[in-house]
């Protein structure tokens, strides 16, 4: 099994940041990938971020790329969250999963997530 406890949500003005972290633990195998997910009201759960703990590539969402950036400190991932806009307003999500082909790019190819973390962003 594997648990994952987020935090560093809040609310913030357009134009600032935040960061998450996702303190992982359990099973190293199931979490050989890791990311941010995220989702409004109305909305599908859209990827923010996958990557490979052990190294490897990793994939930022169009929406974020260039804003957004990673980083591993042990079993703890970090999402640094910057030039924040209105429409980065949702509930962000920790997930893991084991490496199939590579890490999945959505959603179903996680199995384990996190209890979430709001982040709202005010214009």
């Known amino acids: 099994q594997v648990q994952l406890l987020e935090s560093g949500g809040g609310s913030v003005q357009a134009g600032g940041s935040l960061r998450l972290s996702c303190a992982a633990s359990?099973?190293?195998?199931?979490?050989?990938?890791m990311g941010w997910f995220r989702q409004s009201p109305g909305k599908e759960r859209e990827r923010v971020v996958i990557?490979?703990?052990?190294?490897?590539p990793t994939r930022f969402g169009d929406s974020v790329q260039g804003r957004f950036s990673i980083s591993q400190d042990g079993d703890t991932l970090h999402l640094q969250m910057n030039a924040l806009q209105p429409e980065d307003t949702a509930m962000y999500y920790c997930?893991?999963?084991?490496?199939?082909?590579?890490?999945?790019?959505?959603?179903?190819?996680?199995?384990?997530w996190g209890q979430g973390t709001q982040v709202t962003v005010s214009s």
């Open positions: 359990g099973d190293t195998s199931r979490r050989t990938c």
């Open positions: 990557t490979y703990t052990n190294g490897g």
């Open positions: 997930a893991a999963g084991s490496k199939k082909i590579g890490c999945s790019m959505v959603p179903g190819g996680y199995d384990y």
